[in-house]
Every structure is written in structure tokens, then in C-alpha cells.
């Protein structure tokens, strides 16, 4: 075998997320993920800080590649939408990456009290990203934390919603009929009135 296996990282998270399922996370251990990859600890190493990051590797980029696509959505775009065409831009690029693993993934996090608190650090760090870049664009700090808190629960349904049913549409496609969604929640009346004019 190569010392450097490009498909390495990709065999460590099947190996991983199979071994989570069938015995629980916390049962599981970096020895066994390796020997399931047909790869050494030290392998393992190379790739991932611990077992914890193999399903969560890549998400330290997540807010700010969420903020850079608020920020640089133009200027004449109210936060609101500008906020939900950030996370369906970011969406896309995620969608591509997490695909192949993420129902199983997210089973294996609803097994896990520590999974699931590590999962929503990561949301917090991303509302503050959020909430930061929307002030960059002119919102002032209280909405800035309210948009960025309704952004990072749109991304959370959108998310579940394309898991749930890949084939019903793109994770971008989701988010926005998650938006969607919302919008019709608080304003019934107005989107009502609109569906009339058709």
C-alpha cells in the first residue's frame, strides 16, 4: 500500500461510521476503524484528530465559508434574502461533500449525547459567524443575532429535509423551500393573497 492513500480519509469514514452504527460510538475505537479500513493507527492519524472528527472533519470551515458568502452576496440585497442565498450557495458546495455518508452520519449523532453536543457547538459557532457578517452589511447587533439564529434553522431543515428525501430535490432546492416555508408561516395572510393572483 502507498504511504499516501488519496482514498484513505474516505475508507477511515465508511470503516467508522459502519463500526458506530453497529456497536455505538462510544463502544467504538480508533484501532478498530483503522483495522475495518484495512489501514494502520497511524494512518488514521494523518487524516483525523480522533474518532469525533471523523464525522466532523471539515466543519471548522463551515462558518466561514457561510459568512464570506454573506458578505459577498451585493450590497443592494436585503439581509434577509441575502442571508438564505448564502446558505443555499454554501449548501451546494456541502451537499457534494457529505452525500454519500450523511443519513448514516446523522444516525450515528442522534445515538450520541456527546455527538449531538459537539453538533450544536458547531451551530452556534456558525450563528455568530452569520451574525457578524450581517452586521458588515449594515445590521445592527440584535437582528443580526436574530437572522443569523433563523439562518442556522433554515440550514438545519433544509439539511434534514434533503437527508430525509435526497431525490425530492438539491440541498439548495431544500433550504429554500425551508425559507419558504418560514416566510409562509409568519405571514400566511400575505403569501395567501399571493397564491390568489395566480
Sequence with gaps: MPRWDPEAAERLQTA??????????????????????GLTRRTFSRYFADKRDVLFAGSDALPPALAEAVRAVDVNVPPYAALVRALAEVGAELAARVAPLAAQRRAVVAR??????????????????????????????????????????????????????????????????????LAIAVEPERHHARSDCH
Aim: charged content about 20%; cysteine-free; hydrophobic content about 50%.
Design 16 to 37: 467508522a461510521i459502519e463500526l458506530f452504527l453497529e456497536f455505538g460510538y462510544e463502544n467504538v475505537t480508533v484501532t478498530q476503524i483503522a483495522d475495518r479500513a
Design 112 to 181: 450520541s449525547a456527546e455527538l449531538q453536543e459537539r453538533g450544536r457547538t458547531k451551530f452556534a459557532d456558525i450563528a455568530v459567524a452569520l451574525a457578524e457578517a450581517l452586521g458588515q452589511r449594515g445590521v445592527d447587533a440584535i437582528n443580526a443575532h436574530l437572522l443569523a439564529s433563523v439562518g442556522v434553522a433554515i440550514f438545519q431543515s433544509g439539511f434534514n429535509r434533503w437527508v430525509d428525501d435526497p431525490n425530492a430535490g438539491s440541498l439548495p432546492t431544500r433550504i429554500a423551500e425551508a425559507a419558504n416555508d
